[in-house]
């Protein structure tokens, strides 16, 4: 590649400026990468204790509504008067300047939307344990695909650097060494031009 480009101070300064370049974006890709992989990781473990937490809560709710069944008949028609919930939410936060969603909403507090008389105190547990599943879900949801969309970035800035490291860097380094060598070269064979001149119009002057 440096063999195609002209040596020419200009080829040389535009090879240092874009090499300069080159090594800055690796930088700061390399930077990215590793602000990425902290914030992944980061996510990751709270990811693993808010499935562990989760899977409790179902295994808890559905005790208490096995128990629910057990004690006031089937229950599926006094569930039908729970409301669906329509306040949940997205937006985004950016992290190095990729965008990571915040899901919002989702009622936390109970409410009393069956009756009481009609229900015991295991119809209330498993209510209150779906309804922390709910939310337990809607955070994992938002973890869970914050890490996905972390790891693909991350294997863009990966390839990016790889890039730069491996093929751009090199290949400017290249051209740089190359014309600086070749400009030398002719500062050299312009010198002894210069000096045998000299010498000949000294001989000439004496004769």
Known sequence: MAQQVFA????LINAKHSLRQAQLGYELMD?????????????????????????????????ALQNANIIDGVILEKSKGMPVD????????????IELPQLSGGDIQPKLCYSVADTDSSFDKAYINFLKAKQTGLMLAEIENSVYRLSVA?????????????ILIPMYRDQVKFISEALE???????????????????????
């Open 8 to 11: 020419t101070k200009g080829n």
């Open 31 to 63: 930077r990215k990468r590793n602000i990425l992989i902290r914030e992944m990781v980061s996510l990751t473990d709270k990811a693993k204790e808010l499935s562990g937490s989760l899977e409790n809560t179902f295994a808890e709710a559905y005790s």
């Open 86 to 97: 329509k306040t949940i939410g997205i937006s985004y936060r950016s992290v190095m300047g």
């Open 154 to 166: 991350i294997r863009k800035s990966q390839k990016r650097a790889n890039a730069l490291k491996n």
């Open 185 to 207: 070269e002719k500062e050299r064979e312009e010198f002894s031009r210069q000096k045998i001149i000299k010498a000949t119009k000294a001989k000439k002057e004496n004769k």
